[in-house]
């Protein structure tokens, strides 16, 4: 069997984008947090252990929403970047949003896509990815478009029960974060890299990269009941009306063939009745 990929994951928070990794058949590494009392300001990462390099460093000063950014995002993904190097891992990827601004680590070829919630379930959010090699090996990532959005992932001070936001996030129904608040666990995977992205982007990582077989889906999502594929959410059984003619004509044709057995057995058993 192959090797396992060691990865650092920096910035982790409750780190659903390293668990979506780890689920991928990668062994993650978790670098310091402000959450658990660390700073990636203090971190000093040995060179040539890493294989890989994961992490969304803090996104405020970049959000079109802040009237009053300051530049400690920025600081982050220097600090990013500065790892990166110093670690001389093989591959970097970084997440953030899709207005972060553009940076280079010297000594990587670097590629930039954006890719959405959007095309995996319901809910949307946009963001931005970089993925970064030293030998020049790319990602060939999809691109898709979507009409039918059910809603905006989640926030920090979401409205919506814990286990709602935790479907959204691809989270199992029985996730939690015992030594946090409701707030503090709401804020926590709200956070997070939604698994759906992270599996989905872990998955082409681990086929480019690795030249593992085609990645099986590693995040909690459940699909349409019709059988299409499509994701659904909340209370929804279908992905849409057709969807549910569609099982129920299907439902109709089995009440026919179940019908036409029952026939076909009344009359075998008659024509092979002996009194
Ligand atoms: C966008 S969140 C990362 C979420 C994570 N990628 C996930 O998928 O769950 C950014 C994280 O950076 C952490 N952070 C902010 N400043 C930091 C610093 N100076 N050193 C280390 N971590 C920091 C925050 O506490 C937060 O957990
Ligand atoms: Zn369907």
């Given at each position: ?8 994951s ?20 978790r670098?310091?947090d ?9 971190f ?15 996104c ?19 600090e990013f970047c500065?790892?990166?190097q ?8 970084y997440?953030?949003?899709?207005t ?8 990587y ?5 954006a890719?959405d919630l ?9 963001r ?6 030293k ?19 989640i ?8 286990a ?23 804020q926590?995977i ?10 989905y982007i ?18 909690n ?7 299409c594929?499509?994701?659904v ?12 003619k ?7 044709a ?6 036409t ?13 002996m009194?």
């Amino acid at each position: 069997m192959a090797e396992t990929p060691l990865i650092l994951s920096l910035f982790p928070g409750i780190d659903l984008l390293g668990r979506a990794f780890e689920a991928n058949g990668f062994c993650v590494v978790r670098g310091p947090d402000v959450i658990t009392g660390g700073d990636i300001r203090d971190f000093a990462p040995p060179t040539g252990c890493f294989d890989g390099i994961i992490g969304g460093p803090p996104c405020q000063d970049f959000s079109r929403l802040n009237r009053n950014p300051g530049t400690y995002s920025h600081e982050m993904t220097s600090e990013f970047c500065r790892v990166v190097q110093t670690s001389a891992v093989d591959w970097f990827l970084y997440e953030n949003v899709v207005t972060a601004p553009s940076f280079q680590v010297e000594g990587y070829q670097q590629q930039c896509f954006a890719i959405d919630l959007a095309w995996f379930s319901p809910y949307s959010r946009r963001r931005n990815i970089v993925f970064g090699s030293k030998h020049g090996k790319m990602l060939n990532p999809i691109i898709r478009t979507k009409a039918e959005i059910a809603g905006t992932c989640i926030t920090g001070s979401d409205e919506r029960s814990f286990a709602a936001c935790c479907e959204i996030q691809g989270l199992p129904a029985d996730f939690d974060l015992p030594f946090f608040s409701l707030a503090g666990k709401k804020q926590a995977i709200a956070n997070g890299v939604p698994m759906q992205l992270g599996s989905y982007i872990a998955g082409l990582i681990s086929s480019t990269i690795y030249g593992r077989g085609t990645p099986k889906q590693t995040y909690n999502q459940r699909l349409c009941n019709c059988g299409c594929g499509r994701p659904v959410a909340g209370k929804a059984r279908y992905a849409h009306a057709s969807c549910r003619k569609r099982a129920q004509r299907a439902r109709n044709a089995d009440m026919r063939q179940i019908s036409t057995n029952i026939v076909a057995n009344n009359s075998r058993t008659h024509n092979n009745y002996m009194p």
